[in-house]
Nanobody, 120 residues
Framework: QVQLVESGGGLVQAGGSLRLSCAASGRAFSINAMRWYRQVPGKQREVVAAITSAGSTSYKDSVKGRFTISRDNARNTVFLQMNSLKPEDTAVYYC??????????????WGQGTQVTVSS
């Protein structure tokens, strides 16, 4: 089993910045791809950014040039640097990871989510 714990959400004014972190922990595991999703009430959860274990990244069009995903493999942590935030970025942000454990094999895991609110 792998646990993902997010931090760094909060309230910020439009144009401001936030940095989200997601730390993975567990026994005898390895992390492959990691992603950040977001969800607003009444809408489907959507992927915002993704990063492979080798460091290749991809982004939702609306955040390109403003958000940067990165990871620290030694600490099993993924980050999302969010700049030039807009009110439409307001959502609960979730960390997601593909991981392998000896006990469970390959599986997908979710964090509990962290609220990001951007005021206009």
């Amino acid at each position: 089993q792998v646990q993902l714990v997010e931090s760094g959400g909060g309230l910020v004014q439009a144009g401001g910045s936030l940095r989200l972190s997601c730390a993975a922990s567990g026994r005898a595991f390895s992390i492959n791809a990691m992603r950040w999703y977001r969800q607003v009430p009444g809408k489907q959860r959507e992927v915002v950014a993704a990063i492979t274990s080798a460091g290749s990244t991809s982004y939702k069009d609306s955040v390109k040039g403003r958000f940067t995903i990165s990871r620290d493999n030694a600490r099993n942590t993924v980050f999302l640097q969010m700049n030039s935030l807009k009110p439409e970025d307001t959502a609960v942000y979730y960390c997601n990871a593909d991981a392998y454990t000896v006990a469970a094999g390959a599986a997908n895991y979710w964090g509990q989510g962290t609220q990001v609110t951007v005021s206009s």
